[in-house]
Structure formats: C-alpha cells, structure tokens
C-alpha cells in the first residue's frame, strides 16, 4: 500500500504530461536567457567577496593599516548592503525591475571607481559604501525579477542562478588576486577593486535587451504589454493565462477587468496587518515559521563560511603557504571548489529534498571544520607535521566550502522564500535578508580579533560547535518541503490560510498603540510587499 501511495504523485504527473500542450522550446530559452542575465547582477556581490580576500593583504601593506581596520573594511559593506536591500522593493515598484537592476551596475560601477582611485583609508571606506548600496540593489532584485519571468517548470531551476552567479564572481574575484598581484603594490590591489566596474557595465548594457517583469506591469495597469512578457516566457498559452489572472489576484485588480490599460486599485491597511500577524501577534504556527527562516539565515552565516572566503589567504598562511603567488592561486581553488558544488546543489535540490542536503551539508562542515581546526593548532603549536599537516588544512578547507555549497549555501535562500504564507512573504523574506547580511557583517568584522583571542584553530573549533547546532536545529525543527503545493505547506506548518485570502475577516484590526508601532516600523524598515508578491505565488507552485 506504502509503495502503492509512494508511486500516485508520479503516474499522476506522468498523466498530465501525456495530455499537457506541448512545451514552446523558444519560450524556455527566452525566459533562461533573462533569468541568467537577471542573475548575472548577484556577480557584484561575490566579485567583491572574493577580490577583497586577496586585496586586503596589499591594501594593509600599502596604507599600514591594523588588522581592525582590515576587519571592518571587509566586512562593512554587509552593514552597506542592507540601505539597498531595504531601498530596492520600493525602488523597484517605481521605476521598474529592469531599470532597478541598471541602477545596481551603476551604483556599483562608482563604488568600484571610487575604490580602484582611493588614496587613502577613509577614501576606500567612501567606495566601500557605495558599492555597498549596488550589492544590496543586486541582492534584492535579481530573485525577484527571475521568478516573474520563470515559467513553473523552470523556475526551481533558475531562481538558483543568483546564488550560482555569486559564486561564479567569487572565483572571478579570486583570479583577478592571482593576476594582478605581480604588479607593484600601489597599483596591484588598485586594478583588482577597479576592474571590478567592468562587468557592471557589461551587464547595464546587456540588460536593456530584456523585458519588463509581467508583475510590474500589471501592478502598473499595462495588461497588454504583461501578455506579451507572458507570452514569451510561458510555456505554453494557457500557463500565460493563468500567470496573468494569479497576477491580477495578487494586486487586487478584478479578474473580470481587461484591457490594454487598467486601473489598479489600492488596498487599504494591508501593510500594517501583516507586521502585526507576523512580528507583533504571530500565531504559534506563523511564529513557528518565522523562526524557520530566521534560523537558517542565522546558522548558514554565523558557521563560518566568510571566514574561510574572505581570509582564505589568510587561513592558508597560517596553514604554512607563505608566498603570495601560491597563497592566492590555492585560493583560485576555493572559488573553483565553491562554484563546481554550488552547480552540483542546482541540479540535486529538486531530486533529493531540502532536508537530507541541509543536514548531509552541515554534517560535512561540522567535521571538516573540526579537522581544520585541529590542522591549524598543530601548525600554531609549532609540532612538526611536515607537509601532511599543510595539505590536510587545505583538503579541509576545500571540503568544507564543498558541504556548504550542496546545502546550507543555496537551501537557505530556496526554503526561507517557499515557507511563509502569499502576504506574508515580502516583509519574512526581507527579514531574513537583513539577518543573513548583519551576521554576515558579524563575522567578517570579528575574525581576526576571534583569531588572536582564542588562535586561529580555536576559532573554527567555535564554528564547529555552532555548525553542530546548525544541524540539531534542522533535524528537529525543519520539515521537508519538496514537492509540496501552497495548500499542503500551509499544512505542513499548521497554517490554514497560506494565500491570506480574507485576511481581514482573520485578523482583528490594529490597536491604536500597535497602530502606531507598526507605523514607525513600516516607515523605518519594510521593502515594498509588492515587489516580491509575485516572486512568493511562483515559488509556491
């Protein structure tokens, strides 16, 4: 019988698609290409992740700076990213996806100038924040813009490529350290940052060639102009239609009203409702799965994983590698390792489950961060291991970027953005965001202090410990979520309501004290709802 329930879902599907209208293969390779080149913005992100690991030794030489200073130049721009994360929902909303995303390359294009041109340390920490804000556009609008074009049979698929992209700019940023750093030393770590505003206008000027979000031009009116967007990207024309009514739905516009322009209604009171229900006076079931997001956003940064990107040369230093073109080209290996996995985790995601990768991923790293730990006491110890030592830290190092980046690395964003309920989705999503950068930022700015205080070894040991955590909290607290529609999520979490349909008929209007908290939370820290409501309806599929 177990097996005769375990096959239904599978001859079921295999029933449709004998009967589904054939799939449009030039629509399949339309909405790929823009989700690629939507995806492409998230390169800024991990180009300055990883060229500032190789930089940051040349720039200490250069302006004799301390190692705090170090610290908080690699890991402000976390700090920086959260102005645009937070600007770029209502950015968006205004003046576009696409344009929103010209505007990241542009803004980081200036931060890479200003930081390739510095003179001096503050002058460094100004490009920093600028290129900072880009990131945090890029970080926020690539995920956004490639679930509105994805068609549902691809979108699993291609709502992974930010992630992949980040890591493709890492290892972009690793090489640019490897060859620049012949060049004599004011002009080396200079060529590294600035390079970085290359690709930003390769993709400004590629970008122009997509198309709108069909969201966006919904939320606009434009009916006619989001049918020929969905058109292009569906699979097929009925998938276009359904697309467009769900759209419709989600942003209150009557699904009987038609034309080539509409009116959008506005809704009333809706954003103050929704901080109230999910930070305010959650339910057990809704808080239950606040926690879930918040806790692995938490664990995926606070287990070390900037420590080894972002001072792997440094980390290799300590392991005994002491010329700076060996150091940086072991690096290169890390970005290779980190991007080879990452595409590993893209195609296994959907076939294994969340939940076996998260835990067979934190496993990993609990015990290839323990053998690092243990390599680099015995090299901090002074004992004489001879190379073997050498080579286990760096077979350590290796793996363990492995067992992030078939797990922890790309569930984190999948699973945080497919739990919450339809209206809660945007300001859940952005906390998370928030969290992931801040403890990001924690991280990167406490290292090298962590390092002197408790040794280098010590410190991952610490990493270990809170990776153990990490897989306790999964194991216990998260439930696996493959396959599964909105309504059976809902029910996986005890929630009755995911799609937030007669939410007001639910939920009691605000007092006028938790009017007025809500109000100043709204005004301070919530992205616009609108700009990911589409990208929480498709995930939901």
Not at 77 to 100: E, K, M, Q
Not at 206 to 228: F, I, N, Q, T, Y
Not at 246 to 271: C, F, N, Q, S, T
């Amino acid at each position: 019988m177990a097996e005769e329930q375990k096959n239904t879902p599978d001859m079921a599907a295999s029933s449709e698609s004998e009967h589904a209208p054939p799939r449009k293969k030039a629509n399949v390779r339309f909405a790929f290409a823009c989700a690629i080149l939507a995806s492409m913005t998230s390169i800024l992100l991990g180009y300055d992740i990883g060229v500032m690991s190789g930089a940051s030794l040349f720039i200490k030489e250069d302006m004799k700076i301390t190692d705090v200073e170090v610290e908080i130049l690699l890991g402000i721009l976390n700090l920086y990213s959260l102005v645009g994360s937070f600007a770029a929902g209502r950015t968006s909303d205004w003046i576009g996806r696409r344009l929103t995303i010209i505007l990241a390359a542009v803004i980081f294009f200036v931060g890479a100038i200003m930081m390739g041109l510095s003179v001096n340390y503050p002058m460094l920490m100004a490009g920093r924040f600028v290129a900072g804000i880009g990131v945090g556009y890029a970080l926020m609008i690539a995920p956004v813009y490639t679930a509105e074009v994805s068609p549902a049979s691809s979108r699993g698929f291609l709502t992974s490529f930010p992630e992949v992209f980040i890591n493709f700019g890492i290892l972009l940023g690793y090489v640019s350290n490897y060859a620049f750093s012949r060049l004599r030393l004011q002009l080396g770590w200079r060529l590294m940052l600035g390079v970085g505003a290359a690709p930003s206008v390769a993709l400004a000027l590629m970008v122009l060639a997509m198309p709108e979000s069909p969201r966006w031009l919904v939320m606009k009116g434009r009916l006619a102009d989001a049918k020929v967007v969905l058109g292009e990207t569906s699979d097929t024309a009925e998938e276009a239609a359904t697309r467009l009514a769900e759209i419709k739905e989600a942003v209150a516009i009557p699904a009987d009203l038609d034309g080539d322009v509409v009116a959008v209604p506005k809704r009333a009171g809706g954003e103050r409702r929704v901080w109230k229900e999910l930070i305010l006076s959650p339910t057990p079931a809704v808080r239950r799965v606040l926690l879930s997001a918040l806790g692995i956003h938490f664990f995926q940064q606070s287990s070390g994983i900037d420590a080894v990107v972002l001072y792997s040369p440094r980390v290799f230093q300590s392991a005994g590698i002491t010329d700076k073109n060996k150091l940086l080209g072991t690096t290169c290996a890390v970005g290779v390792t980190k991007t080879l996995f990452i595409l590993v985790a893209t195609f296994t995601l959907d076939r294994f489950g969340r939940r076996p990768l998260l835990l067979a991923s934190a496993g990993g790293m609990v015990a290839t961060l323990v053998t690092l730990g243990l390599g680099l006491t015995v090299i901090g110890e002074g004992a004489t291991g001879g190379g073997w030592v050498i080579a286990v830290s760096i077979a350590s190092i290796l793996a363990f970027v492995a067992f992030f980046s078939i797990g922890l690395g790309p569930i984190t964003w999948v699973y945080s953005s497919e739990i919450f309920p339809l209206h809660l989705r945007a300001l859940g999503c952005s906390l998370g965001v928030g969290l992931n950068r801040v403890t990001s930022g924690v991280i990167s700015m406490t290292f090298l202090s962590l390092s002197k205080a408790i040794t280098i070894g010590g410190s991952f040991f610490l990493y270990a410990g809170i990776a153990s955590l990490a897989w306790l909290f999964f194991f216990t607290y998260l439930p696996e979520t493959r396959g599964r529609t909105l309504e059976q999520m809902g029910e996986l979490f005890g929630i009755h309501n995911m799609a937030g349909d007669d939410d007001s008929a639910a939920t009691p209007p605000p007092s006028p004290e938790e009017e007025e908290k809500i109000t100043n939370y709204v005004e301070m820290a919530a992205p616009s709802s609108s700009s990911s409501t589409a990208t929480s309806s498709h995930h939901a599929k």
